[in-house]
């Protein structure tokens, strides 16, 4: 049992806790200045005003003097591809020299070489490799983490994939949630059949997915030149057959239905929408899908970045997520993702810190006990190091701010 006093802003406190903060909500983030917080059993237990503090009631607790420092919940990562074979350094160097991303998808590279590249990969190097990159982000504040499988792209592989993630499941100490994206890419072996594949998806890969119980989620890359809205469709219905709920990467590149399609077949969320017009915010508005940015994808890939501000402005919930991969986005630091929400989307750091925390637990359905300062909640927050205010935070980009990471109440190493 511990008692954190003095603590200079408690941030994210909730006392009803909100399932999800809605677009026009996102601005008000509450807190507690100069707060004390006890934690028991791996629980937020109780907090409060350090005027209300009572010493007496925590004599056999362990006390934590953090003056100066800020503690907010761990950040909520809602969508990644931590699995994943080899970086793809060179692919960087090309484009570099020149290439575009889509030039060296359609030479055989991008998505098809990850995939190439873990069809050779051991499963226990997959394990250890992705691991050792899960402590990494824990460390650096991550405290709830959905993975992907998607670079296998055939039974065999795409199960390999899913069995490392259920075994970094059963391993790590912040929850994990797994979502099966058989359709990511057309393998080069289904070149002009490509309804093959969705075939073999959905009658040969989803029953063995269920069958071992390997993922919570479905998802498709609905795109120009990858899945179209149909082929999406069928993907995700056959998903809910097996009581798989859609997140779904759309509007990556191009607006052409799949938000409408999502929202349609109940998506828990939309990912990516760096491109939005108006008819997908109309149906974004009367749903409760969330629209999931990727900032640092934005970044890398040098694309236009989800409109948040227009997207909050029409009252929509949205979460910020990394992208976690090593085409598009080679970095899983949710730090960076705030300052490029701030810097490059102008979201206050009161609206990102909404969408780091709370919205991204809903984004992948663990806001009952993830992404708040509240009574019951998993102790998974973060301790900054001495700051004049939140907005330091992101201001100060690219440098390490946190003190330490608590995990269930306990101070993470790795
Ligand atoms: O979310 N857009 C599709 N998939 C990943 C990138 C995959 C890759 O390049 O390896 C993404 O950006
Ligand atoms: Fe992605």
């Known amino acids: 049992m ?110 098809l070489n990850s995939a190439r590249k873990l069809g050779e990969m051991s499963e226990d190097y997959l394990y250890h490799s992705a691991f050792s990159r899960l402590n990494g982000l824990i460390e650096q504040g991550t405290g709830a983490i959905e993975i992907k499988s998607g670079y296998g792209l055939s039974l065999e592989s795409e199960l390999k994939m899913l069995r490392v993630i259920k075994r970094l499941k059963e391993n790590s100490p912040i929850p994990i949630k797994a979502t099966f994206l058989g359709a990511h890419a057309f393998p080069e072996s289904y070149k002009n059949k490509e309804d093959q594949y969705i075939d ?45 709920k859609p997140k779904v990467h759309v509007n990556q590149f191009n607006a052409i239905g799949g938000i409408k399609t999502s929202v349609v077949n109940n998506a828990i969320s939309v990912d990516h929408l760096e491109v939005v017009n108006e008819e997908d915010i109309s149906f974004l508005k009367k749903s409760s899908t969330i629209a999931v940015a990727l900032p640092s994808c934005s970044f890398f890939l040098e694309i236009p970045y989800t409109p948040a501000i227009k997207l909050m402005e029409s009252d929509i919930a949205i979460a910020l997520a990394t992208d ?77 701010h946190i003190q330490s990471v608590y995990i269930k109440g306990e101070k993470f190493k790795a």
């Open 200 to 244: 073999e998806i959905i009658n040969t890969m989803l029953p063995e997915v269920s069958k071992y119980n390997l993922a919570e989620y479905i998802d498709a890359f609905c795109e120009t030149g990858y899945f179209s809205v149909e082929q999406t469709e069928r993907i995700l219905k056959a998903g809910a057959n097996y009581g798989l």
């Open 324 to 400: 976690f991969n090593p085409g598009s986005t080679p970095s899983g630091n949710m730090n960076f993702i705030f300052s490029l929400a701030c810097i490059k989307m102008k979201m206050t750091p009161e609206q990102a810190v909404n969408a780091m925390t709370i919205n991204g637990a809903a984004a992948m359905e663990l806001s009952d006990h993830y992404g708040a300062i509240a009574e019951g909640f998993a102790a998974n927050f973060i301790v900054t190091k001495p700051i004049n205010s939140l907005s330091y935070l992101p201001y100060a980009f690219g440098e390490n």
């Open 2 to 111: 511990k008692v954190f006093i003095n603590i200079k802003s408690l941030l994210q406190t909730r006392t009803k806790p909100e399932l999800v903060v809605k677009g026009r909500e996102m601005k008000n983030l509450p807190c507690i200045d100069h707060a004390w917080m006890s934690v028991k059993d791996g629980l937020i237990e109780r907090f409060g005003s350090m005027e209300d503090y009572q010493p007496e009631a925590f004599s056999n607790y362990e006390i934590i003097d953090i003056s100066g420092s800020f503690i907010l919940p761990t950040w909520v990562d809602s969508h990644t591809h931590l699995v994943f074979a080899e970086w793809r350094n060179q692919e960087f160097e090309d484009r570099i020299n020149g290439m575009t991303y889509h030039e060296i998808a359609e030479r055989g590279g991008g998505i």
